[in-house]
């Protein structure tokens, strides 16, 4: 299975959850998944024993089979990991993938087609992923009731295959041009 496959790569980072669904050929994981691993542990040669990744899609869920990402959402904190994704991941996309993700840097809903993908991009101020894409999906907690966590996201990708942004597809190039600069509140935490 092509997430048990990840997971003995190290690429799955602060995992919530890995594991098979009901239904028989599909795995589901929620956590992190890596984008750019982190260096080796000094004196270390096993792939699994490396430092904090350098890039991450952070909150992400993934439904796949044997060997093709079926639905994936997350957060990118800048657009410009997009092309990351796609390079290192290209072999288990297809034109059917289901994307929803998240962007930090961007204003408004966008829609850019990379290597024959569509990924939906939503901006992301505030908030939890799955609880944000839940919303965006219109799944009651009721949906989810009684279900695995792996089932879930079987679950969100249902609703997923459906959802459309109200926007024509862009290029990547395109989309770029529209990012927006990203300020942080430093107030936060205790004082």
């Not at 009901?22 to 699994?48: C, K, P, Q, Y």
């Not at 959402?73 to 993700?101: H, I, R």
């Amino acid at each position: 299975m092509l997430l048990e496959k990840y997971d003995s790569q190290g690429l799955l980072w602060i995992t919530t959850l890995v594991g098979k669904t009901s239904t028989a050929g599909l795995s589901a994981f929620r956590g992190d998944l890596v984008l750019v691993e982190g260096e080796l542990r000094e004196g270390s040669t096993n792939i699994r024993d490396r430092k904090t990744p350098e890039m991450v899609i952070n909150q992400s869920a993934i439904l796949a089979d044997s060997d093709k990402i079926l639905f994936i959402n997350g957060l990118f904190f800048q657009l410009e990991d997009l092309p990351v994704f796609v390079e290192k991941y290209k072999e288990a996309l297809t034109p059917e993938t289901v994307t929803l993700f998240y962007v930090q840097n961007i204003a408004k809903p966008i829609q850019v087609v990379l290597d024959g993908v569509v990924f939906n991009l939503l901006p992301h101020q505030e908030g939890m992923i799955w609880n944000l894409m839940l919303e965006e999906l219109y799944i009651e907690k009721s949906d989810l009731k009684g279900l695995s966590g792996e089932d879930k996201v079987i679950t969100a990708y249902e609703a997923a295959k459906g959802y459309k942004i109200k926007a024509e597809p862009i290029s990547l190039e395109a989309a770029l041009s529209q990012t927006i600069e990203v300020k942080k509140d430093l107030a936060g935490g205790p004082v």
